[in-house]
């Protein structure tokens, strides 16, 4: 099982960005998705963009050509860059490793978007 450790949200207004780090305690070229949830209050937990060990990534209609996920292998970390954030954004952003069989999950990192 690999951990996970969220960092880079924060309060930030309508408009701005933010990039958020996903630290994992293991090498990531072998898991196969990683990817980013998030978390409304009183909302169901949301793909938000999903990046697999082939290169391909995979977006929620509602952040296409705003966020980018990337995987960086050397650091064990992946990326989402947020940018044109709306107030809709806010939530938990949460970290998702997945290889066949094993899931993990970060403790999640606020992402807070002021209008």
């Known amino acids: 099982q690999v951990q996970l450790v969220e960092s880079g949200g924060g309060l930030v207004q309508a408009g701005g960005s933010l990039r958020l780090s996903c630290a994992a305690s293991?090498?990531?070229?072998?898991?196969?998705?990683m990817g980013w949830y998030r978390q409304a209050p009183g909302k169901q937990r949301e793909l938000v963009a999903a990046a697999t060990s082939s290169g391909s990534t995979n977006y929620a209609d509602s952040v296409k050509g705003r966020f980018t996920i990337s995987r960086d292998a050397a650091e064990n970390t992946v990326y989402l860059q947020m940018n044109s954030l709306k107030p809709e954004d806010t939530a938990v952003y949460y970290c998702?490793?997945?290889?066949?069989?094993?899931?993990?999950w970060g403790q999640g990192t606020q992402v807070t978007v002021s209008s």
């Open positions: 998702n490793a997945y290889s066949i069989g094993k899931i993990s």
């Open positions: 293991r090498s990531i070229f072998s898991i196969n998705v």
